[in-house]
Each structure stands twice: as C-alpha cells, then as structure tokens.
C-alpha cells in the first residue's frame, strides 16, 4: 500500500467515524418533573413518588432527570429538589438513582402545603434546565390539578418557547368546581394545551398512571 | 360511440353498419400489408429472442467451463495435499517406527541368541539305556547263587549294593539336571513374550504403512481421474464441494449463534469501560467494542489455525519458515489467552451489574433487597463461558475456509442454473411471439372473412369461366 493510498483510507475512516458520530438528535432523554404542593394535591405527593421511582428505573445512563416543586413562585433555584445528569457508567448511574431515591424520601417526609400553584413559572424553570442539558427529547411532567393560583403581582400571561418539549400532565384530579360543571375542567384542560402547542410544544393529560410508559416511550 | 362517427344521428344502427362495413372494407385492402407487417414483428421478435437466448447460452458455458476449471484445479489441489499430508505420515511413521529398525533388529537377534543358547542347554540327557538294569539283574542273579556260599554271597552282595548306589547316584544327577533344563526354559518364557510383543510392533508398523500406501494409491488414482478432467471426478467434486457448502454453512451458522452469545456477554459490561451514551451512528459505541473483541478473537484464531497449517487461507503465512510460524502461533495463542481472560472477567462483570440492576429495581418498587441464593453459579457459568467461548470462535477458521472455497464453486454453478433459465426463458418467449402473429393473422382474417369469401367465390367462378386461367391466388390464412 503506498503512502497517498494509505492517506485516503485514513481520511475515509475518519470521515465515516464524524459522520456516524454526529447523528442530528443528541442521545438520552431529559424529564423534569414539577411536583404540585398547593392546597389538597399535598396527599397526592405518594403517587408522585411512585412515577419517579418508576422513571428512575426506566430512565438510562445519560439520561437527565429532575424533579421541582409547584408553589407560589416556581420560576426559582429554591424549588428545585434535585436534578442530575447520570454517568454513562451503569453502576455509577444506579448510585446517582439511589441518591436521588433518598432525596426525593427526604422532601416527601418534610414537606409542607404551598397556598398558591405557581405552575408557568415551574414549567418554564423546566424548560430552561433541559435547553442547558440538551437531551435528545425533552419532556415535563406536571403532577397537578393544572389549577393555577399566581400570588398577587405575578406576570405569567404571556407565551411560552417550548419548542421541541412535551409537556403532560399528570394526575390531574377533579377540583370541587370541576364535578358541579365538568366543562370548567375541560376548559381549563384545553386552555393549557392552547398555551403549550402556541409554544411550539406537544401537551397530553395522563390521569391513568399505568399507562405511563406507553406515552412517555423512554 | 363518439357522436361525431355518427353520420346519422337519427339512426344509430345505419351508423353503425355504415362503419363497420367502411372498416371492414379498410381492413380486406390493408390485409397484404398487415399480414407481412405482422410476420415481420413476430419473427424479429423470435430471432431476437433467438440471439439473445444464444448469447445467454454462450455466457453461460463460457462460466460452466470456468465453473470446471475452478472445480478440477481446487479438486487436483486438495489431491496434492491430501496425498502430501500422508507422504508425510508415512515419512513420520517410517521416522518413528523403522528409524529404530537397526536397534529394534539387533535385540532381536541378541533375543533369538539368547533363547537358542538356552535351547542348547536344555537338550534332554536321556539316562543311560538298559545297562544299569541289565546289570543289576545279573547282580541279583549273583547274590541267588551264591545263596549258599557266605562269602561269595557277601561279595556279591555288596557289589549289588555299590551298583544300586551307583545307579541312584546317577538318576539323582539325572532329576537335578532335568530340573535345570525345566528352570532355564522357564526363564525363556520373557523372552519368547518380549519377541513376541516386539514383532507384533513391527507388524503394526509395517502394516500402517502399508494402510497409507493403500490410501496413497487411491489418492493417487483420484488424482490422476481428475488430472485427466474426467467426467466422474468432476461430478465426485461437485458433489462433495456441494455437501461441504451445505456442512460449512450450518456450522458457520451455529458459529454465529455462539458469537451472538458472547457478544450478550460482553456487550453490558463494556459500557462501563467506554460508557453507555456515546454512539456511532445508530450504535452504542459499548456494543461496537464488544463486536471489535469478538472480531479481533475471530481473525486470531484465524492466524492461529493459518500458523498451525491446519487453513490455507493467507498464503504469506503458508510460505513462512517454521520458526516463525511457530512464533506466530504462540504470539496469537497469548493473544486469545489475554482476550478470553478479560472477557471472563467482563462476563463477572456483567453479573454484577444485572445484580446491581435488580437491587435497584427491588428498591425502587419498595422492597427489600434481597440477593438471591446461589447466585454465584450463574456467575461462574458466565465466567467460564466467556473464557471458552474466544477458544471456541477459533475454530470458526475450518468452516470458513470451506465455506469461502465451496462457495466459489456453489455460487457460479448457481448463476449458471440462473443463467440457463433465463435462456430457455428468453427462447419461450421468442416462440410464443412467432406463434402470436400467426394467431394474429388468423385473427385478422377472421375479421374480414366476408370480402374473404366473395373473393373465393369470384375466383372459383372466374375459374369456371376459364379453365385456363390459373386460379391459385392463395386465401391463406396463415
């Protein structure tokens, strides 16, 4: 094989090798999930606690994953309990979900009932974590009653970027209105989902938690 | 119909005839040309299809003789080696059996010396003849008549006496020496077996050799058959690089299964060395190391079988000295050893990360982690496999190379099968277009039948008319 042969195969290789490796959807998926603290949803903080031991034992090596709380101002640092990108090493990976196990025990055992459900300002604290990680797919859940209560002076009427981001509810419970005029659930249902899609982003509503694997498709 | 090709809109039917009877008419002044129009088609079609099916032909005997030669050559090779490998039997047989020969023959001559002197020996003294009893008779005769005679008696009597000692002397002598000879020919039993066992190795050899000088001359025979690219040898060689395609396959794909295993073994644990979510192109870069693990065993094992000359794959390993073969081979062998210990352990380690895995799982679902009894078995059972399994890939090189030089031959006999179809195919179809236009004609002439027959007619009456008049203006049909 002469020198210039040798060159060109070299070239090729290497030429292969960025092409296979730089595939256009970056690898791992990203989940954040806000945790509704407000009011009554406080007793549903156990199911939530289910679907992240579920989501810690489906998600992979690489995979982001963090979890926030909904309360009267979610657009901040504070509420968020944990958030962690695990290793690409399976055993280190598995560690990180027993830490994250202990942490989210941790908060379920102390945490108190928030008067007001601030849940733009969750969502888009989300949003900015999975931009900054830049998982393949992105996707927020929201363990709510999508009932939002701002504080007095909040601004969170305008539109959101979700672009590329999935956003489901999770459990969303029946409040006291809902059961005189279920339309005022639908609506409310139906305002979120405007909201989301106007943002570039897809919106489900899961209330059977069973069929959560089928639509988040980790 | 079109309202336009109604010239009477009113009465259709009129229209109608009108046009069946101009196209009718169109059809009876255009039949002639039609007709050679028609021919002509049919037979371009069928003389084309004609040359193509004889250029396919022509193609396709052009790869059988290939095919042949491909066939006989590898057939004469395998012949060479086969008859090499068992001159080199017999020349290691000769080696190790008759090298001895010399020594072997010089103890059995020291053998036969020895048993020959001990023969000697035992030559049987016979005790002497009727004397002594003839003697003692007239002794005992003797001592009678001189009963009376006291002196005389005493003499005689004693001489009796001296002669009976005499005698029990020499039959004692006698039984000693019989007993000797009995000792010295039990003494010759060792060596009677020694000799014995000694020829019988001789027999072995020389009767293995002449086992392989058989099998030399059959091989030889087949050799000269395929020399002589006989018809026989060529269809013994099909038949038997079919079979070895049919055996190599099978093999390679239980090979493949076996591969497929190990790559399970090996393919979790590898992403703790390289990680688990880098990729290269659509695969997890963990699972393209483990497959490159698996490759590097395969091709040493193939340089491991090439170096011990058991393949004949590379020929530049072929044409290297025996000392570097052997470096090769040791060099490869260290190779695997090291492979087949980092994959026993890779496999360790993937049980350990599955036990991780379901700890996990169990904790997550809020149960108490437990560890299973015996766990340690499986673990073991991955440990050994994924140390046998590298050793077991080697031997992938036999079928392989079977596989590469049958395929050769299955695979240009099967474009000739192919071949031959498509020729017969291309003929089939170049005869049914010639009978197509005939039919086609027929068909034509169906069709305008009316002015067909009026002709007929108008010549069979003009014929009438004028007997003269040849009347042969064929209606043919065909």
């Given amino acids: 094989m002469n020198r210039l042969t040798f060159r060109r195969g070299c070239v090729a290789l290497a030429a292969a090798l960025l092409t296979a490796g730089c595939s256009g959807v970056p690898p791992g998926s990203g989940v954040f999930l806000l945790i509704d603290t407000s009011g009554t949803y406080a007793a549903e903080l156990d199911r939530a606690e289910s679907v992240i031991n579920y989501l810690l034992g489906t998600m992979d090596p690489g995979d982001s994953f963090g979890v926030a709380r909904i309360d009267g101002g979610s657009f901040s640092e504070k509420d968020i309990l944990i958030r962690v990108t695990f290793d690409e090493r399976p055993s280190v990976a598995n560690d990180e979900k027993r830490l994250f196990l202990e942490k989210v025990g941790a908060f379920t055992d102390t945490v108190r009932s928030a008067s007001h459900t601030d849940i733009t300002g969750g969502v888009l604290q989300a949003v900015e974590w999975l931009n900054e990680v830049g998982p393949g797919h992105k996707t927020v859940l929201i363990f709510s009653d999508m009932e939002e209560d701002l504080p007095e002076g909040f601004v969170r009427d305008f539109p959101m970027d979700l672009q590329g981001v999935r956003v489901i509810a999770l459990n969303v419970t029946k409040l006291g209105p809902d059961n005189v005029d279920p339309r005022v659930y639908a609506t409310r249902l139906d305002e979120w989902r405007e909201r989301v899609e106007s943002g570039g982003g897809q919106f489900a509503v899961i209330n059977d938690l069973e069929r959560l694997d089928i639509a988040l498709d980790l | ?478």
């Avoid at chain 2, 008319?465 to 009347?471: A, L």
């Fill in chain 2, 1 to 478: 119909m079109p309202g336009w090709m109604m010239l009477w809109p009113e009465n259709p039917a009129l229209s109608v005839l009108f046009l069946l009877v101009t196209l009718i008419l169109f059809l009876y002044g255009a039949r002639a040309p039609a007709h050679r129009g028609i021919a002509g088609a049919a037979k371009a079609l069928n003389q084309g299809c004609k040359l193509t099916a004889q250029g396919i032909r022509s193609v396709q005997e052009r790869l059988a003789a290939r095919n042949r030669e491909v066939l006989l050559s590898e057939g004469l090779e395998d012949a060479e080696r086969q008859i090499d490998q068992e001159f080199q039997r017999i020349s290691s047989a000769v080696d190790r059996d008759l090298g001895g020969y010399p020594a072997l023959h010089r103890r059995l001559s020291d053998q036969v010396a020895r048993i020959d002197e001990d023969y000697r020996r035992v030559t049987d003294t016979p005790p002497a003849p009727d004397s002594w009893t003839q003697t003692l008779h007239a002794a005992g005769e003797l001592v009678e008549k001189a009963g009376t005679q006291p002196a005389a008696a005493k003499a005689v009597q004693a001489l009796q006496t001296a002669i009976e000692q005499a005698h029990d002397d020499a039959m004692d002598k006698y039984r000693q020496s019989s007993r000797d000879r009995h000792d010295l020919l039990a003494k010759m039993v060792p060596a009677w077996r020694s000799m014995s066992s000694t020829l019988t190795r001789v027999e072995k050899s020389v009767g293995g050799i002449f086992e392989r000088s058989r099998r030399i001359d059959e091989l030889m025979s087949e050799y000269r058959e395929i020399a002589a690219k006989s018809d026989v040898a060529e269809r013994k060689l099909t038949s038997s690089t079919l079979s070895q395609f049919v055996i190599a396959s099978f093999v390679l794909v239980v090979a493949s299964l076996g591969g497929f295993i190990n790559f399970q073994l090996i393919a979790l644990p590898m992403s703790e060395m390289v990680g688990a979510t880098s990729r290269l192109g659509s695969m997890q870069t963990s699972d393209v190391a483990a497959l490159v693990i698996i490759l590097i065993e395969i091709t040493m094992g193939l340089f491991l079988m090439e170096s011990l000359r058991i393949t004949r794959l590379f020929p530049v390993i072929g044409r290297l000295d025996a000392r570097s073969r052997r470096r090769m081979a040791f060099a490869t062998l260290s190779i695997l050893l090291i492979l087949a210990g980092i994959e026993s352990s890779l496999a360790y380690m993937r049980d350990m990360l599955a036990a991780d895995r379901m700890a996990l799982t169990q904790q997550l679902a809020g149960a108490t982690v437990q560890r299973p009894e015996f766990m340690w078995i499986p673990a073991v059972g991955q440990m050994v496999m994924g140390f046998i399994l590298p050793f077991a890939l080697t031997f992938v090189a036999i079928p392989l190379e079977s596989f590469i030089h049958s395929s050769r031959i299955v695979l240009g006999q099967v474009i000739v099968g192919a071949l031959r179809v498509v020729a017969f195919g291309v003929d089939m179809f170049g005869f049914a277009a010639d009978h197509a236009g005939k039919a086609l004609k027929n068909l034509y002439d169906v069709v305008v039948f009316l002015p067909l027959k009026i002709e007929d007619l108008v010549i069979q009456s003009r014929a009438a008319r004028v007997p003269t008049v040849s009347t042969d203006r064929s209606t043919s049909t065909a």
